[in-house]
């Protein structure tokens, strides 16, 4: 059993480190909050089908939406030309497509709202001295992920506009996994800069399982994508069997094999199942090691936080999935995700411990 050790250091709030910090963390929060509230309305254009309806990539002016009558029919009419509107929506009400005209352009706009709320602080922090050395490059890395994600959600975007009536599964997840590693980013570095005590781990091993944990998360993650790409949601409705077995006939049908992973909707929805017990088995099994090893430590306490958080999203996606997905329920399975992913990031952030003081604080 390993003891527990605290640190005795007094550092007074008021010092202008320990303000820079707090403001920082501050700051990252209000991000994180963004990017899981861009994520959600992500899905919920998803849902209703409305991705599709901005036809061009106008990074600046697009923020501003059609504003006469001439503006709203001359959009109409780009959005008449795709697939979808074609194959699915043909007839298609000027008023029914201002409705998915706006949960796409809501999308966009809080998308570069995140983009503008990280730019201009870290802007701030950067130039009047505010940032410690070590977070320059973490926090730029982050930012340019963010400039490379607008790039990655046009990918996706202009993958339905030509020959599809909707997106490509393929960049609909990698778009979805880049957004979640934004966030597992923005997370880690907000945690490292809390004051806390410190508490060594229960064993050397822990932090390594706790990293693989959240490698899991993203994983699922990536494969939710996977299933919401193709609506393989919407088949196989049944739990715990699917296609009446637990594990059915007919995986990897699909010449070459590798190709069921991302196409097959049998294998998807298998594979997603699966990895979401596996999640489970390992954050269980780390919670009664922690409890074990380490009992009435932030550790394990916050080991058994997330056992409960998966529990509780396995739950909303059978009940998601039994439903044949409404969005409601679909959108909470989606947000509790990035739950899920941000209890995993901070349960490993806390077994490192919080980024090192500077020498003057001591």
Known sequence: MSTATFETVDVSADEPYARNRFAIRVWLTVVAIMVVSLVVVGGATRLTESGLSITEWKPIHGVVPPLSAAEWQEEFELYKRIPQYQEINRGMSLDA???????????????????????????????????????????SAVLALGA????????????????????????????????????????????????RSIVAP???????????????????????????????????????????????????????????????????????????????AVVLIHALAAQRLSPGTRHSRSAWILVGAVLVQALIGITTLLLVVPIGWALLHQLFGMVVLILAVAHARGLKGEYPRPAFAY
């Open 97 to 139: 497509f201002k409705t998915i005209y706006w949960w796409e352009w809501a999308h966009r706009l809080l998308a570069r709202g995140v983009g503008i709320v990280f730019a201009l602080p870290l802007a701030f922090f950067w130039l009047t001295g505010r940032l410690e050395p070590f977070l320059k490059p973490r926090l």
């Open 202 to 280: 229960p064993t050397a091993g822990s932090l390594p399982v706790a990293l693989f944990i959240v490698g899991l998360a993203l994983l699922q993650i990536y494969l939710g994508g996977l299933v919401a790409g193709l609506n393989a949601g919407l088949i196989y409705n049944t739990w715990p069997l699917i296609d009446g077995a637990f594990i059915p006939s007919g995986l990897f049908a699909m010449e070459p094999a590798w190709r069921s992973l991302f196409e097959d909707y049998l294998t998807v929805q298998f594979m997603h199942r699966m990895t979401a017990y596996t999640l489970f």
């Open 148 to 195: 490379v994600q607008g790039g990655i959600g046009w990918w996706m975007v202009s993958s339905g506009l030509v020959e599809r009536t909707d997106v490509s599964q393929y960049r609909l997840a990698t778009h979805l996994t880049i957004a979640s590693i934004i966030l597992a980013s923005t997370v880690w570095i907000a945690d490292g800069l809390k004051r």
